[in-house]
Structures are given as structure tokens and as C-alpha cells.
Nanobody, 123 residues
């Protein structure tokens, strides 16, 4: 079975850092993209970082560029999101996702598999 399990969320003061982890397993060979998304109350889901499952160029939303870093050591290792210089606008539920082709990796379209989310609150 396909599984994505996020962890590492929590409460932090503005200017602080958090590192989110996403354990991924059970993917079919058609999955080759991974990404991080977030959704705040009363806002649409936002793609914030993505890359190919086996590394390569990463893409970031303008809102997090220079502050967040997506990484994964190998296709079988956890997916990480290092978040630095956190701001109150970063408060949201954060999700990792995995999928294949079909549009920009910062949109929801390519992703068939989603985790349950981990909450990040910045005060």
C-alpha cells in the first residue's frame, strides 16, 4: 500500500525553524514526483516545494523561496522540508504528496497520493 506519513510540525516563534519529515513507502513505478503543500484556514491549498523522487532540480513557491528547502537523500529515504525564518503567514497544515506527470509540480494535479498532514503554528 502507498503510504505517506508526515511529522515534525509544532508551534514555534516567528524567526524560528522547523524540519518536517515525510516517510514514503509502497509507491508504484509511475510515481516520480514528490512535493510539499500547505493549507491555512479559509485559504486554498498552496504548493510550496517539489522535486523529482530521485533528486534533481527543486522548485519553490515565491512565498517560501530562500527560506524553505526540500530534500531527500534517495528514493527510499524520508522527504524533508527544512523551514527557516518562519513567519506567522507560514502557519498552516502541511502535507507531503507523491505523483507522476500532468502539470507543474507545484500544483495539485500530478499528485495521486497524499499524507494526513502535520500542523505548523508560528506566533
Amino acid at each position: 500500500d502507498v503510504q505517506l506519513v508526515e511529522s515534525g510540525g509544532g508551534s514555534v516563534q516567528a524567526g524560528g525553524s522547523l524540519r518536517l519529515s515525510c516517510v514514503v513507502s509502497g509507491f508504484p513505478y509511475t510515481v516520480y514526483r514528490v512535493g510539499w503543500f500547505r493549507q491555512a484556514p479559509r485559504k486554498t491549498r498552496e504548493g510550496i516545494a517539489c522535486q523529482n523522487l530521485r533528486g534533481g532540480r527543486a522548485y519553490y513557491a515565491t512565498s517560501v523561496m530562500g527560506r524553505f528547502t526540500i530534500s531527500q537523500d534517495s528514493a527510499d529515504s524520508p522527504l524533508y522540508l527544512q523551514m527557516n525564518a518562519l513567519e506567522s503567514d507560514d502557519s498552516a497544515m502541511y502535507y507531503c504528496a507523491a505523483g507522476g506527470s500532468g502539470g507543474s509540480c507545484l500544483t495539485s494535479q500530478p499528485y495521486a497520493y497524499w499524507g494526513q498532514g502535520t500542523q505548523v503554528t508560528v506566533s
